[in-house]
Structure formats: structure tokens, C-alpha cells
């Protein structure tokens, strides 16, 4: 439940939304500009932010109990600790 | 541990409740609709009993033709559908459900002082979502069989094969849900159904180790669904996300499927290792040494149990850097396990030991669990694993934790509580007798395997060289004696419904929550919610401490 | 054996000594206990959806690493008009699903009803334009797999840069549009050096080939055509597909929801399936949040078409 009073729950749905078209338009933008390397970890970085503005205010994650949020850390550690640790052997691989 | 005070005298004879939850309602309906906790417990119980009988079958088509040199029962086509359909129907439809589905359904909201699992309705859904999976899998047995070994490497599974792989494979998918929802409701249930006074540290070790194993019953099965699925896709649309001619990348299934697979095998130790720390303490009339020890380790090996599965592919192309780091933590997921085992057996020093059945039980796992967990530091070596991987000596390293350890503590779950869940005691000759013939018939079977590994001979294969001949024989006739031991319980169990001596509330004079309602509990549990005051384990007094009176 | 009491079981029965909410179940002591379980329950949930699509990152992760280029050509054939299009769609409908609770934690049944029916129309729409896209590569033959002929369609072979032959019809119709020099360009640039993972394409006895080491069967398309682009596209269809599936499933629980909300089943002290069904919606709108970068977005800045 959140713990802003309604009318400031719905602004706040507002601005998030804004800010996410805003976000999507960046991505977009940055795509075509030659960043080199940087491309991909910009529009992951995007990404990021616009799924955490989500997760805080659209789910409420940011007004949770405190089990909510270790629960949500603990799938994101472990989606980590999958891509972590898979990218360890695809990547080392040049180095045998 | 609860309110009220009074002492009840042991009468000669008990007698059995007139209303519980067996006889509550005797309708067809009122079993395959039901919603209380305890009855979905006994149709699970029901239902993996069928599927490990057909799993046996399967291991005594593989031990019967092992005992020659020869492939000469069956064809090497037919000895990889055996074996195969052995693995699938022990791991899937057996080991990965067993204690949590049948004890843990039936005694976890008992052992917390709540009335159900928070979720009754997903509960039942989990268990006809694992009925269904059984079906699709029986069926892909029945109408051809499969032949890819229970790990399903590509590109045989998604290309060669010729057998029913996505049959099976799905049903494998479908029962992965099962076991996801199972995990998710012991989950909630532990945080938030507790009984007032019920803390953390005052719960039964048996929730611990089911709370540990549902983390990775959530966060795990769902890798290997999405496997199955991709390997479901390749199968039957010939694209190539696994197929090295068409670009794929074996190894990548390799790493997605043991991703789960893994800690799967902790899914199918921990509630294991959860029984043992309920039936030592009772049958050494003891408190457990080193509660919070136990507790934590069993989440250490759920966190751990995710960082280690590349040793399933040492030998398979990976960067020899990543299996170093694997190897490295493969040996320190092992220590949380020799925690446990050190504190089991400190719980035995002095105390008073009763050797009942399923005390025996606890000794057989205490042993061999130890044996198996030592061999796999064994494989955890990349040195050695080179040598012995894909050979008997892994066989037999997992049938030591698998059977000797998770099996083992089944069985001693199930006369551990049997009472409780039907109200009889069975008779304890014919099932001393049993727990010595598992113990033998066990050690008979697979110490062997040891040697037969060591000395080369590959797994999955129908025939082999004459000088391991020996071995085998020895081998298939374990097998024989296992056969019987595992025969018997349902002998004496089923005569013990009608025919065994009213048990009582607490047959065993044990500590817990669960022990103090009657034999068979009422529907509801507990009519009114308990109020814990004490730990767990109260047998005695602490290291030190004196009680007056 | 003294000192240990033992609970005496009661009569069977069940008395309401208290009254309690109407979708109070049974097996809980309070609402809040019904309500925090629930609540936990489906981030419990979403956490396993979180490990269920990521064994697809993780194959997407591996295999772009190992096919960059391909990858990267293949993701230029997508409309990126139409991604962004859909990825405001999906934000716009995270924006009535949160208006949606809204309204049902104040009691408004008629402005819950308005966002969920609005909810449900801007996943139509997402839908609609994924029929489209995915219908464009269709006709681009960009569907992985051998082809097959089901009647009413019929799938080509799956054909992306060809060469060693004759090139892809899609291939032939920019040629025709007036891109070759674009095109030729590409096929100056072959991947002749393989590089580390690609090698994992060559089988014993294999020679390299122009593009990578694929068995060439009579050099059907599919054969020829550039070594991970079928794999991007496999992922592409199993990866928005999967996505897709669970927008199905959203859109066949909001017709439930907007049932119950019809009925009056909602109120401010009871709102919690549509509280949780928006977890589930949000959680469904952040995958699409990474996939459109990832499917869409690979080396635009490369100039390709």
C-alpha cells in the first residue's frame, strides 16, 4: 500500500510514465550515435533505470516491507549469479 | 509449548480419534478436490510410490543385464531407454518430490502451529500439475521409450534420438511447476504463518531444511523449464539453438540444464538431511548440539549449491579457468554438510539411544550419506574427475547420497511419523529387518560401483570387458536384496493400517508441535492456534544448565 | 517423560466466535495475514519468472558474444518504429494498471474498470503490431527452420545473407531497390577469419568455408546463409514469443478481473488480486524494457539499412 496519499501516488504515476517515454526515446537516440563500445552498456544502463522506476513506484517496491525487498535482490543475485558465472567460462575460453 | 499444563498419564491401549482428517469425509470428491494439506500429502505419497516402482523396474532391467559381460537381455537401443526412463522417473518423478511433497506437505503447517500452507488451492494445483507431468512422461515410456540418458545432452535429444523426447520432456517441464509451486508455498507459509511465539530460531530443523529447499525449487527449476522448452522448440521446429551444425552450442545446454540440475540434487538431500535432524534428537532423548549451526548451513548449502555446477562439464570444453573456480567451490559447498554431520553425531554423545527403526534409518544415512559426500570431493578434483568422470565411480557417488542418503531418510521419515499420519504402529520386527536389508542390500549394490568406476568401466553401457564381470555380479546381487528391503515396508506398512496397534498422540515421546495433537490430527490441526514458549528439542537441560523437580 | 503437556483435541467443529471479512480464508487468523501471504506469494512468483526468462538472456548473452556481427545484422532488419512504438504502448499500459489499483484502492469500481478495459486494449494493440512484425518476417523468410507447408502458409526456408550461391529473395529485392552498394559492401567484409566461438561451428574433417564453417547440403539457403543469424531469430521468436505468451495469459486474467470488478467483488478494504495482477503486469512490461534494446537496438550506429 503505498504511503503517499492518493492525488501524490497518481502525480507520481505521471511523472515515472514521462520519464520513461523519455528513457525510451534516449535509447532510441543512442542507438544511432557511434559510441564504440559504449552502445550496448548505455542502452542496458536504459534499461535499468527505466525497469527500476518501475519496480520503485509503478510496483511499489520503494513503499515494501523489507522481506519485498530482499526477496526482489535475491532474483536479481541470482539471475547474476547465472549470467556471472556462465560469461566466466564463454570468456576465459580465449586465454586456454 | 502450549497452554495448557495438565499431565496426561500413558494409558494401556490408546484409542483412535473418531473424526480426523482420513475419515472426515469419505468421498471420491472430497480426496480429488481437497485442500487440506495432510490429504494432498497422502495422494502425493500415492502417486510417487507408483512412480518409484516403475523407476525400480527400470534399475532391475539395467542390474539383470548387467550381471554378463554380454549385452544379451537387451539391445543397446533398449538398455538406453532403461536406464534412461530409471534416471527420469527417479530424479523427476521421485527424489525431487518425495519428503518435501509427502512429509513436508503433512508436517509443515503442523510443525509451525497453522491450520493449512498458506496456499491450499496452489497446493492442490501443484499436485495434479504433477500427476499430469507423471502421465506425459509414462506415456513417452509406454509408446517408445527414451534413450538420452536423464540429462539430455544435445544434439542427440533434439536430433538423433529417435524416441519420444518431447514427450517426456514436457512432462518433465509440467512437473517443474509442480515442484516451483510446492517451493513458493512452503516459502510464504514459513514467513508468515508462523504461530504467535514461533520465532525463527525456534523452529523445527525440518522447516529449515524445507525452507532452504524451496529457495532452490524457485530459483532453479525455472532455468531447466525454459531448457526443456528451447530443446521441446529444436526438436520439433529443426531450428539450432543447440545443434552445432547449424551454429548452436552443446556445451550452453550443458550449463543451462545443470544450472538446475545442480542444486536439484540438493533438493533432493535437504529435506533428507531435515528428518535426520528430528529423529536423532528423539531417539537420543537429547537436544540437537549446535541448533543455529545446522539451521544456517542448510541455506548455505542452497547458496552455494548454485555455484558449482560447471563440474558437471569439466571434461565437455570449458575454459580450464572456469573450472578452476567451479572445482574450488564445489570443495567448499561440502563443508556446510560436514557441519551437520559433525553435529548429528555430537547430538548422539551421551545420549540416551533407542535403536528403533527409525533410528536405524538415521545411522544408514549418517554412514553413507558421509561416503557419498566424500566421493564427490573426490570428483570435485579435476585431476581425479578426469579420470573417473562418466565412469561407475560417479554412479556410484550419487546412488550413496541419493539413495543412501535422501531414500534412506525417506524411509526413516515415513516410520518416523507414520504413526502420526494414520494413527497405527507398525510392526517392528518385519521393519528392523528391513532397515538391516537396506543397509546391506544398499552397500552390497554400489560399493562395487566404487571400484568398477575406478577401474574403468564407463557408465551406460550394456556390455563390458570380462574382468569386470566380478564386480557386477556383486553388484546386481545388492540389487536383489535391495529389492526386497524395499518390497517389504510396503508389506508391513499397508498391514499395519488395519491390523497395527492404536499409536496415541506421541508414540515416541518425541518434542514438537506436531506430536501434540492426536494420531490421526483433525482437519483443522489445532482448534486453537498454538502459543510457543520454548525451543525446540526441549529433551533435557542445556550443557550446564539444572532444573529443579 | 514429565513436563511435557499435551494439547487436548476439542470437538470437531467450527465456531465464528468472531466475525471476519467475506474473502477471509480460513486458514488465515486476519485479513492482513491473507493480505501480506498474497502479496508475498506473487513476488515469490515473479522471482522464478525472473530465473524462467533469464536462461533465455543467458542464451542470448552467449550467443551474441559469439555472433557479433550476425547478430547485429540480423537485429537491422527489424522495424524500429514499430519496437518503439510497442515499448510506449507497454509503458503506456503500465501507466493504466497502476491507475487501475489506483482507483480500486479507493473504492471506484467504474475508474477500475476504465483502466483495465484501457489496460486491455493497449496489450491488444501491443499484440496487434507483434502479428504484423512477425508477419514481416514471414515474407522476409527470416523464420527459422527448413521451411514448412501448412496450407493456408507456407514458410520458406529460413535465408538471411546468403552466399556461395544464389542470394536471399530478400537480399534480391534491396539489390533491386537500389542498396547494393550497401549490400556489396557487406559482402566485402565476409567472416573469413573465424573467430573464437565461431570455430565452434566446424565439425572434424570440415574446411572453412567463406561464411563460416556450416555443412553445405546442396547448398540450400538456409546452409549458406550467414552462420548466427538463424540463431538471433530463433531467439527473437522464443524470446518475444515467451514475452508475448505472457501477455496472453495477462489479458485472459484482466477479463477476470474486469468480471469481478463488474460483480463489485473489489473494495477499498479488498483489492488485492488486482493489486498483484499489476505486479505480474509490470513485471511482464519490464522484460519487454530489455528486450527491445536488446533485439532492436544491436549496432544501429553501424549504419546498416
Redesign the interface.
Known sequence: MSAHSHEGARKTYYLVFFALLVGTGLTVFAAFQNLGIFNAPVALGIAGIKAILVGLFFMHIKDSNR?TKVTVL??IF?LG??FV??L???L??P?? | ??T?????I?KEAEVM?E?HYLN?DHSLKSWLLTIDHKRIAILYMLTITVFFFVGGAMATLVRLELLTPAGDLLQSDSYNKAFTLHGVMMVFFFLVPSIPATLGNFLLPMMLG???????RINLLSWYLFVIGGTFALYGMITGGLDTGWTFYTPFSTTYSNTNVITVGLGIFVAGFAS?LTG??F??TT???RAPGMTWMRMPLFVWSHYATSLIM??????I???M??VV?ERA?????FD??????P??FQ??FW?YSHPAVYIMILPGMGVISEVIPAFSHKRIFGYKAVAFSSLAIAVFG??V??HH?FVAG?????AL??SFVSFLVAIPSAIKVFNWSATLYKGSIRFDTPMLYAFAFLGLFTIGGLTGLFLAALGIDVHVTDTYFVVAHFHYVMVGGMVVAYLCGIHFWWPKITGRIYPEFPARLAAILVFVGFNLTFFPQFILGYLGMPRRYHAYPEEFQVFNVLSSAGASVLAVAFLLPMIYLIWSLKYGKVAG??PW?A?GLEW???SPP???N?????VVTTEAYSYGPKEGEVTLG | ??????????A?G?EHGHSHHPMQ?????TME?QY??SS??MW??L???I??????F??YL??RH??YNAFGEASSTLSIKLGAFNTVVLIMSSLTMALAVNAAQLGRRFLLMLFLVATMVLGTIFLGVKVIEYHDKYTEAHI???GADLGIIKIQPFCFHATAGPPCAADEEEHSAGKAENHSMQQATPETAPAPGET??A?AGQQPGEH?D??AAAGSPRERSM??A??YF??YF?MTG?HALHMIIGMGLLLWLLWNAYRGLYTAEYFTPVENFGLYWHFVDIIWIYLFPLLYLINRHLGHH
Open positions: 522481506l535475491a532474483g541470482w549469479i547465472l558465472l556462465v566466466t567460462d564463454y576465459s575460453r586465454w586456454s | 509449548m502450549s495448557v499444563t495438565s499431565h496426561i500413558h480419534p473424526v472426515a497453522c491450520k493449512d500452507l498458506a496456499f491450499p516451483i513458493l508455498n516459502i510464504v514467513h508468515r504463518m524457485i530459483l532453479g527449476t525455472p532455468v523449464a525454459i531448457t522448452v528451447l522448440l521446429l529443426h531450428i539450432g539453438i552445432p551444425k547449424l551454429g548452436g552450442d556445451v550452453l550449463h543451462m544450472f548454485f555455484l555446477w560447471a562439464l570449458i575454459s580450464i579457468y572456469a573456480v567451479f498422540p506421541n515421546q518434542y501434540e495433537t492426536s483433525p482437519t483443522h489445532f482448534e486453537h492456534t498454538p | 517423560m514429565a513436563n511435557r503437556p499435551i494439547v487436548l483435541d476439542e470437531p467450527h480464508q480460513h486458514h488465515f487468523d495475514q501480506s501471504s508475498f506469494g515469490v512468483f522471482i522464478q519468472e530465473m524462467f526468462f533469464g536462461g533465455l543467458v542464451a552467449v550467443y559469439t555472433y527459422p527452420g527448413s565452434l561451428t565439425s563460416g556450416i555443412q552462420p548466427g538463424e540463431i530463433s531467439l522464443a515467451m
